[in-house]
Each structure stands twice: as C-alpha cells, then as structure tokens.
C-alpha cells in the first residue's frame, strides 16, 4: 500500500492551496480516507475525513467551510482542497486510509485509527 502526497508549498493569507494523495495497493472505495495536519506538539490532528460506508464527508471546525475534501475513486486519489488560509494552518499534512473505517458521532477517526499513511506535505501561510 502507497499513499503520495503532493501539493504543498507556500501561500499568503487569504490563499489557496490543492493537496493530493494518490493511494495505491487497495480497493480504494472499500477504504475509510482522512486528511490530518501536525500540530506544534507535534501531534495529529483530524481535519476532514471519508467515512468508507457511505462517502459521506466530515470536518473538524477549524477547517469548516474553508476546506473541501473530495475523492475520485477512478483515480484512487483524495483531494484536500484549501481556501482563505491562515497563518495558523501552517502545518505539515498528512492523508490517511484505513478499510472499512467509518465515522460515529459526526467526529472524525483519530489517528491511531488508520494503518496507512501519506509521506506528509508542508504548507506554509505567511506574508
């Protein structure tokens, strides 16, 4: 199993910014996605998520209505596309996959929830 990251660079506040991760060795559809960012403590935090039953799309509330996670299951790739950014989404990211995974309550999987993991991508916002 690969997960490969790109899309990462450097972007002003109020930017843009398309992340990918192309995933093979699974059956893509079959798979629970997630999108998770390294905070200071150095720790993963859940930002948008693919719950694998029914497609449906969660997001953490620091990134409601800014980012926009998509699939294309053609494609085996996850987007995470990136909108008004700001300085404190500066962060390395890192997209996950795990079969079968689902999402309870409404929150998305922890990170020790998912077995595969993406290389990580740096953005960094700043004037």
């Known amino acids: 199993v690969q997960l490969v990251e790109s899309g990462g660079g450097f972007v002003q506040p109020g930017g843009s910014l398309k992340l990918s991760c192309v995933v093979s060795?699974?059956?893509?559809?079959?798979?629970?996605l997630g999108w998770f960012r390294e905070t200071p403590e150095k720790k993963l935090k859940e930002i948008a998520c693919?719950?694998?039953?029914?497609?449906?799309?969660y997001y953490d509330y620091s990134v409601k209505g800014r980012f926009t996670m998509t699939r294309d299951i053609a494609k085996s790739t996850m987007y995470l596309e990136m909108n008004n950014l700001r300085r404190d989404d500066t962060a390395v990211y890192f997209c996950?996959?795990?079969?079968?995974?689902?999402?309870?309550?409404?929150?998305?999987?922890?990170?020790?929830?998912?077995?595969?993991w993406g290389q990580g991508t740096q953005v960094t916002v700043s004037l």
């Open positions: 996950a996959a795990e079969e079968g995974l689902g999402v309870v309550s409404g929150s998305c999987p922890r990170d020790w929830s998912y077995d595969e």
């Open positions: 060795g699974i059956r893509f559809e079959d798979y629970g």
């Open positions: 693919i719950d694998s039953r029914d497609g449906r799309i």
